[in-house]
């Protein structure tokens, strides 16, 4: 008879019937007196959210082998109750105690603590930003499902770190994520409840990145999943999303069919976030009135800190649609002050560097105002906020060269905005100031707001013209250019996007977004030629970063370092490290001398040449050397900036931040560096053997900007235009 009652637990927990699961399982551990029984009981009403009754069947397995589960279960108990400090330390103490157990070889063979506990310590890790421990959570689960099988945390693990990357804007390994948990799952098939988040998951994916039509599609497949049955919560999510995928494709009568059915489904009062929604179709419905309203209602709720931004930000866009411009503009600064102490809170950089720009709503929103009222100044003011801030702490810092931690820095910006030194020039550096520092280059500038696609052109320091256009017209445009630079599409971008009456022959600073900066630039072709045959181009994150590169003093003595094949298995690389140390009559650090601490005495050279492994994780960008990887953090903090860095490898120009700041080149600015040369996708070896050997014999000690530009036209007329145009500058055109 036991036999039977702990096969029907069995059964029925493994159909996740939790119902039923419940009161056999306990009914088969009364009869046999085992404690998987038991710990299938506590599991079922766990997962219906009978709290009182895990707390008591946990009690009883707090005794036994399966104290790890237990705790796991407490810990789901206290995350359940609002108490989550001390779900944390139970979280923690059974990851500890169950790899404790399995280093012993004692755990029970079914037990899954501590993949689970690390996979509910990434979410929590995750929803506080705290990105590197959540990705630290994330590799010590993956570890542990490899101990014990447990494949539907393996799932959300690979979730977990999808929304990580996809939270730093690392869209490819955003999506490597989240297809390799779509993969599994479909080896394992074992219920429909990874189905459907994954499906979330993916549908949420195409609406950020503006794909309306799949994204439409997903959410219909789960809506229609549901059709006869309870709409769950990610039937009820779906709907939402479905209003603002029509709300963004501008179909307002699809979007308020979608809200009206979601609001029949619902049993209990609307969320807060479909309040916002509500809010966002009234502002497309031009119903300013009604947002007022509905932001009203939304405002007595429990908001989060994100939600509470949204009520101010829309609030200023129901004001300004009144025409109470003047009031608007104070709401959206009080959503951006707000926004500008929750960034100083934030210890690490690579944190900061990602907080604003995935809040952009307020600045952007006081951009468009000012934009529209001819303010250009005031619209540049507005976007320096939020374009580099952490870029502009970091090279603040540079007024006290001893500093030599992250720590250091954030004390000296505490001290510093409390009362700035009279003699501080960085902190008085405002717009028109940066302009002029910068008034013997064409400075073009372009920015992306939910309202359109701007590009702004400054001639001799002096505003010359501006432009805009629809950003859903112009963003796939400049996606498929930045994959496949091809010929006709050349001429079109070229128009669009340059100044027809830009001198030239001239130095062209550009500032803007990833956006735009993943752009082969130099494969444009305006008035019928390429444009790296016209004008020498840098790259920076925002205009006072621009303005401060370019002032540094150039320094014309110095050690010139040359680096290759540290991993010795880049044969090419050090074939090209042999060939760059030769033109400059030095000799290079190759194979196993090419060490971090060769790198770490540089930040005072007058050149680095780097041939080596590059990659782009959750911690940054880093570069891989013959005693172990260095980050992009690590040269942040330690200073390492030589005057001039070239970085031959594959595409060491990307990031994993929106300021650009822990990409390779970002870093080697913001630690000292006026000027880094790096590539935006990979380049064949001998294409970059190449394309070396002509930079530095067109004078790229001496002028980067114009021996990049010349390097590449040596090279137009015979190898692909993919190849050569992936090479650009980051810093100052000088």
């Known amino acids: 008879m036991a036999c039977s009652v702990e096969k029907r637990c069995e059964k029925a927990f493994a159909k996740e019937d939790f119902l039923q699961a419940a009161p056999l399982c306990e009914k088969a551990h009364r009869q046999s007196d085992k404690m998987r029984p038991l710990a299938l009981a506590a599991e079922s009403h766990s997962q219906l959210s009978n709290l009182n009754e895990v707390e ?59 993949s689970r506990a690390a996979l509910q310590l990434a979410f929590m890790s995750r929803n506080e930003n705290k990105l590197e421990d959540s990705e630290a959570w994330v590799q010590r689960g993956l570890h542990a499902v490899k101990v014990q099988d447990d494949f ?9 770190r999808h929304s990580i990357e996809a939270w730093l804007g690392n869209e490819v390994a955003a999506e490597t994520a989240l297809s390799q948990a779509e993969a599994l799952h479909r080896q394992r098939d074992k219920s429909n409840q990874e189905h459907r988040y994954l499906l979330v998951l993916r549908a949420v994916q195409n609406l950020d990145q503006a794909r309306w039509a799949l994204a439409e599609q997903q959410f219909l497949r789960l809506v229609n999943s549901s059709e006869g049955k309870h709409c769950d919560q990610d039937c009820l999510s779906a709907w939402l999303s479905l209003v603002r995928v029509y709300v963004r494709q501008r179909n307002l009568d699809k979007a308020e069919a979608a809200l009206n059915e979601y609001l029949r489904l619902l049993s209990v009062p609307p969320t807060s976030n479909a309040l916002l929604i509500r809010a966002e179709l009234a502002a497309e419905q031009r119903n300013f009135s009604k947002m007022l309203e509905v932001l009203a209602e939304a405002q007595d709720m429990n908001l989060t800190e994100d939600e509470r931004q949204w009520v101010l930000t829309f609030r200023g866009n129901a004001l300004a649609g009144l025409g109470h411009t003047a009031e608007a503009k104070v709401v959206f600064n009080e959503a951006i002050e707000q926004l500008e102490e929750m960034h100083r809170t934030l210890a690490a950089p690579s944190q900061r560097s990602s907080f604003l720009r995935m809040r952009r709503w307020a600045f952007w929103r ?4 000012h934009i529209r009222q001819s303010k250009v100044l005031e619209a540049l003011e507005v976007a320096e906020r939020l374009m580099a801030p952490t870029f502009m702490e970091l090279l603040s810092a540079k007024v006290e060269p001893s500093l030599s931690s992250a720590e250091e820095v954030h004390a000296l910006l505490q001290r510093t905005e409390q009362a700035p030194a009279p003699d501080n020039a960085v902190f008085r550096l405002n717009v028109e100031k940066a302009l002029e520092l910068l008034s013997q280059d064409e400075l073009l500038l372009f920015f992306s707001t939910d309202k359109g696609f701007y ?54 600073q550009l500032v803007g977004p990833e956006m735009v900066r993943r752009l082969p630039w130099a494969a444009l072709r305006v008035r019928g030629e390429w444009l790296a045959a016209q004008n020498a181009m840098a790259w920076a994150p925002s205009l006072k970063v621009a303005a401060l590169l370019h002032a540094r003093a150039r320094q014309e003595k110095g050690a010139v370092v040359v680096l290759g094949n540290p991993t010795q298995d880049l044969p090419h690389a050090q074939a090209e490290a042999l060939q760059v140390a030769k033109y400059l009559k030095v000799e290079p650090f190759l194979g196993v001398r090419a060490q971090r601490s060769v790198l770490e005495s540089l930040s005072r050279a007058r050149l680095l040449h780097l041939a080596a492994h590059t990659s782009v994780g959750a911690q940054g960008a880093s570069i891989e050397l013959a005693d172990g990887k260095l980050y992009a953090h690590e040269i942040l903090e330690r200073g390492l900036g030589p005057q001039t860095v070239v970085l031959s490898s594959c595409a060491s120009a990307r990031s994993s931040d929106g300021e650009g700041l822990m990409s390779l080149s970002g870093s080697f600015l913001a630690a000292g560096s006026r000027q880094v040369v790096a590539s935006l996708r990979s380049v064949e070896d001998a294409v970059s053997a190449e394309f070396m050997r002509h930079f530095y014999l067109e004078g790229g000690l001496e002028a980067p900007a114009w021996a990049l530009a010349k390097a590449q036209m040596k090279m137009a007329d015979h190898a692909p235009v993919e190849a050569w145009s992936a090479f650009v500058l980051w810093g100052t055109t000088r």
């Open 152 to 160: 539907k945390t393996e799932v959300f693990l690979l979730a977990v």
């Open 56 to 114: 008591r069947l946990c009690a009883l397995l707090l005794k036994t082998p399966r104290k790890p589960q237990a705790l796991y279960l407490l810990g789901v108990v206290a995350t359940e109750s609002g108490q989550r400090d001390k779900a944390k330390g139970l979280f923690e103490e059974a990851y500890a105690l169950a790899v404790q157990q399995y280093a012993e070889a004692n755990a029970p063979k079914d037990q899954r603590a501590a």
């Open 366 to 369: 006081l951009f468009d105002e």
């Open 455 to 508: 590009r702004l052109w400054f001639h001799q320091g002096r505003f010359a013209e501006a432009h805009s256009w629809p950003l859903e017209e112009v963003k796939p445009r400049l996606e498929a250019f930045a994959l496949r630079p091809a010929l006709p599409e050349a001429e079109a971008l070229g128009a669009l996007l340059w100044p027809s009456e830009l001198p030239r022959g001239a130095h062209v």
